[in-house]
């Protein structure tokens, strides 16, 4: 007598009641696999994105605000700065690395960055195919830019003002691809990268001079550099003296603003997670509303089901196998519905990150993290929980009483 196929048989007999528990504990379990896989994705692209910078300085305005501008690039810059005020920043005996960022146009959604070879560095960018920018107008471009834009060396391409619209397109000037990143896994396999002097370029008004008139190229370039802005610096510090000492002095002593990566993406997790807690709590009410109405289920099941189970005993079928298939109904049914919630929450974070704006903020349903190993394991726990009194029900069973009824 196989306890297994007897328990299979039973949750057949009732589909619609199986078929209702099943997309309860699904529906909850979809819940918390969306919760845990978006969670865990956006914490861990915090932490890469942000784990070898110190701090980032740029126009006063929201910290907040700054940091998924210049780090995750998933929001508008406060504002440029001097660079005359950037480079003495850069020499500060407190700063060991100074890169810095200049913002401002896109390429079909995807960020144009300007910026120096103290980024490669800070990113530790290896190169696919092709090699690294090294003129004005020459990008290289992140591996998902290249496949998504269907770039490749030698390819070139026109900007276009803003950070996200395609509109406003500098026809003038083009750049040339000259090099495709290696995978990176993180926010650079999403940007398009050239030097801070192309970024000046696109921006240039044509100066016109009278014909005959004699101008000095050097000082105008000169008196052009003085003026020059970027939109913001990345900095690595010197020692742990500088934590304390260089914020406090750029807020103070400049009219320049400092955000710290660490607490800002702190607080941006923090408000996260006080939604990702409500929809976590309404997830595991889900789960036991589904675990009671196994329960339920189970318990009536046993009342019918009781003559049965003592023709079964006189059959020779010992109380253990009793117990055994009652708890085999109650487990088939969570984890079943387990699984199915599993797979439904992974399609649906890949459905949402399909539809996501930001490139850089993607969310993929594609990824298997170790910790859904919980959620099934509290599907099994479900299981024997909504099953366990209905099991011992009929493992306490008069036989004698129940056939003296019938």
């Known amino acids: 007598m196989n306890a297994l196929k007897i328990s299979w048989k039973s949750i057949q007999f009732k589909p619609l009641s199986s078929a209702l528990n ?11 696999t ?24 740029g126009a ?53 960055v300007g910026t120096d070879s103290n980024y490669i560095s800070l990113y530790d960018l290896k190169i696919q195919t092709g090699k690294f920018w090294s003129a004005d107008l020459e990008a290289t471009i992140g591996e998902n830019v290249a496949k998504e834009q269907n770039l490749k060396v030698g390819d070139k391409f026109n900007g276009a003002h803003g950070l996200t619209e395609n509109k406003d397109v500098h026809k003038e000037n083009t750049y040339t691809v000259t090099g495709i990143l290696a995978h990176q896994g993180n926010v650079t396999d999403n940007l398009i990268l050239t030097n801070i002097a192309s970024v000046w370029k696109m ?7 009278a014909d005959g008139e004699i101008h000095d190229e050097a000082k105008e370039e ?30 103070q002593m400049t009219s320049l603003q400092s955000a710290s990566p660490a607490m800002e993406s ?23 509303i589904a675990a009671i109405s196994v329960f339920v289920n189970l318990y009536n099941s046993l009342k019918e089901r009781s003559y049965d189970l003592a ?8 109380k253990i196998k009793l117990f055994m298939i009652i708890i085999l109904e109650g487990l088939i049914l969570t984890i079943v519905g387990t699984i199915v919630g599993l797979a439904l929450g992974h399609f649906a974070l890949q459905l949402i990150g399909h539809y996501q704006e930001s490139s850089q903020a993607k969310l993929t349903g594609m990824i298997f993290i170790t910790n859904e190993i919980y959620i099934l394991l509290a599907g099994l726990g479900i299981g024997i929980f909504a099953s366990i009194i209905p099991a011992l029900q009929a493992y306490r069973s008069n036989i004698s009483k129940i056939l003296a009824k019938n």
């Open 266 to 288: 702190t607080r941006l997790f923090s408000l996260i997670g006080v939604g990702v807690d409500t929809l976590q709590y309404f997830a595991v009410l889900i789960m036991l």
């Open 60 to 112: 006063k305005g929201s910290p907040l605000q700054l940091i998924l501008s210049s780090i995750y690039y998933i929001d508008f810059p406060t504002g440029n700065i001097p660079l005359k005020e950037a480079n003495e920043l850069s020499k500060n005996p407190f700063v060991k690395r100074a890169v810095p960022l200049a913002l401002g146009d896109n390429y079909n959604g995807v960020r144009i």
């Open 203 to 209: 921006h240039e008004e044509a100066h016109e001079h």
């Open 22 to 32: 099943i997309l309860l504990i699904a529906f909850g379990t979809g819940i918390l």
């Open 311 to 318: 023709i079964m005993r006189t059959l020779g079928a010992s």
């Open 222 to 251: 000169s008196a052009a550099m003085q003026n020059r802005e970027i939109t913001s610096l990345l900095i690595q510090y010197r020692s742990p003296m500088s934590v304390a000492m260089f914020p406090r002095m750029v807020n």
């Open 34 to 57: 969306i919760l845990l896989l978006a969670s865990t994705q956006i914490e861990d692209k915090l932490n890469n994105n942000s784990k070898d910078i110190d701090l980032v300085v």
